[in-house]
C-alpha cells in the first residue's frame, strides 16, 4: 500500500461525491487513496456508489465500504472502525460538510489538510456560510431547533472550526462550481480531467433529453405544476428521455410517463459520466441544478448543448423560503453568467406552453 493511500483518507456518502473524489485524486494522488464509503439507505444511491467503487478501485483506489446508518449497532460499529484513521490521517477529503456524521468524524480529526469536493451545488451554500461564519445549514432546509439540534450543536462547531485554515493547515475546495475567493482556502477548479480522459465523446442521438429534479421531493416545488410543466416542456421542445434523479418518487415518475410520454432513464452512474459515454441527446435540458454547471465542462467540444429551464413562481410550494428561492436563482444567473447557457421559460399554472 503506497505513503499517499495510508495518510489521505476520504469519505463519499453519495455517487457524486465519490466521482469528485476520483477526479481530485487523479490531479493530485495519482498513485491512489483510501475511499471509506457511508452509504445512504436508498437502493438507487447504493447501486451507484457500488458501481463507482470498482471505477474507484479500477483507478488504483483503495476502496472500503461501511455501513453507518440504521439500528442501534451500525453506527457505532463504523464510527469504531474509522475513529482511528481519521485521526491519523494527514489529510481528510470529505464531499458533505452538511452531513451530521461527517461533522461529527471531522470533529474528532486533528490538525491534518482538508479538502472539500463538490456534493453539488451545495457547495455553493456551504463555502457561503463559511466565509460568513454560520453554522452549516442546507438551503432547502429551515434551521434546525429542539433538543437534538442543541445537543449536537458543538460537535457542528467544532466540524466547522476543523474547516477553516489555521497555520500549518491547509483547506481546500475541489469544485466545478462558482464560489467565491475566502481568506487562507484554496480553490482548485475540478475540469473533470479523468472522466474526459476515461470515457466518450459520446454519440449524439440529435434530439432532446431533459434532467429530472428531486424539487418536488424535498418539498420545494408542488408535484401537480411539476408534472404539467414536463409535460409542456417536452411537447415543445420533442424531449423524449427524461433521466430521473436519483432521490425522484417511482410514483412520480410513473405519472410522467403516463402525462408527458416520457421514457424514464434511472441511470447508472451519476449523469457526468453518463452523459460522457453516451447516447446523449444533442440537447440536454435541465432544471437549475449541479448539471448545469457540470456538464458543459463535461461535453465541451462534443457539439452538445445545455440549456436551463426556468422555474415559474407559481411552482413553489407555499412553505418553501426566500433563501431556497434566492439559491435556484443563483444557480441559473451563475451558470448564465458561467457557460453562456440558454434560459428556457416554463409555463405557468393556466397558460398554454
Known amino acids: 500500500m503506497s505513503e499517499n493511500r495510508e495518510r489521505t483518507l476520504a469519505f463519499a456518502e453519495s455517487p457524486v461525491q465519490m466521482l469528485n473524489i476520483v477526479e481530485w485524486a487523479h490531479v493530485t494522488v495519482p498513485d491512489g487513496l483510501t475511499i471509506a464509503i457511508l452509504p445512504p439507505h436508498d437502493p438507487t444511491s447504493r447501486g451507484q456508489l457500488r458501481r463507482m467503487a470498482r471505477l474507484a478501485r479500477d483507478a488504483g483506489h483503495r476502496v472500503l465500504w461501511r ?98 485554515p489555521i497555520a500549518g493547515r491547509r483547506v481546500e475546495v475541489f469544485t466545478a462550481m462558482p464560489v467565491p475567493e475566502l481568506p487562507g482556502i484554496t480553490v482548485t477548479d475540478n475540469t473533470f480531467a479523468w472522466t474526459r480522459s476515461t470515457f466518450g465523446p459520446p454519440r449524439l442521438t440529435g434530439g432532446a433529453d431533459l434532467v429530472g429534479t428531486s424539487l418536488v421531493e424535498t418539498g420545494v416545488i408542488a408535484e401537480d405544476r411539476y408534472v404539467a410543466g414536463v409535460a409542456a416542456l417536452a411537447a415543445e421542445h420533442g424531449v423524449t428521455r427524461y433521466f430521473a434523479h436519483r432521490r425522484e418518487s417511482q410514483e412520480k415518475l410513473h405519472r410522467l410517463t403516463a402525462e408527458a410520454g416520457l421514457e424514464i432513464v434511472r441511470p447508472d452512474f451519476p449523469l457526468e459520466l453518463v452523459a460522457r459515454r453516451g447516447p446523449i441527446g444533442a440537447r440536454v435540458l435541465s432544471f437549475p441544478s449541479t448539471v448545469v454547471h457540470t456538464l458543459p465542462r463535461v461535453l465541451a467540444g462534443t457539439g452538445a448543448e445545455v440549456e436551463i429551464c426556468d422555474i415559474a413562481d407559481d411552482w413553489f410550494t407555499a412553505g418553501v423560503t426566500e433563501r431556497a428561492t434566492g439559491f435556484l436563482r443563483d444557480v441559473t444567473e451563475t451558470a448564465r453568467g458561467t457557460h453562456r447557457l440558454t434560459t428556457i421559460p416554463t409555463q405557468r399554472e393556466g397558460t398554454a406552453s
Request: hydrophobic share 45%; glycine share 12%; aromatic share 6%.
Open 67 to 164: 455501513e453507518a446508518r440504521g439500528g442501534a449497532v451500525a453506527p457505532p460499529k463504523a464510527l469504531a472502525t474509522l475513529t482511528g484513521p481519521v485521526r491519523r490521517a494527514r489529510h481528510l477529503v470529505v464531499g458533505d460538510p452538511f452531513s451530521r456524521y461527517l461533522q461529527l468524524l471531522l470533529s474528532m480529526g486533528g490538525s491534518g489538510d482538508i479538502t472539500v469536493v463538490d456534493d453539488g451545488t451545495a457547495t455553493m451554500e456551504f463555502v457561503a456560510q463559511l466565509g460568513r461564519g454560520e453554522r452549516l445549514v442546507r438551503w432547502h432546509r429551515p434551521r434546525a431547533r429542539g433538543p437534538r439540534a442543541l445537543l449536537f450543536a458543538p460537535v457542528a462547531r467544532r466540524a466547522v472550526r476543523r474547516l477553516r
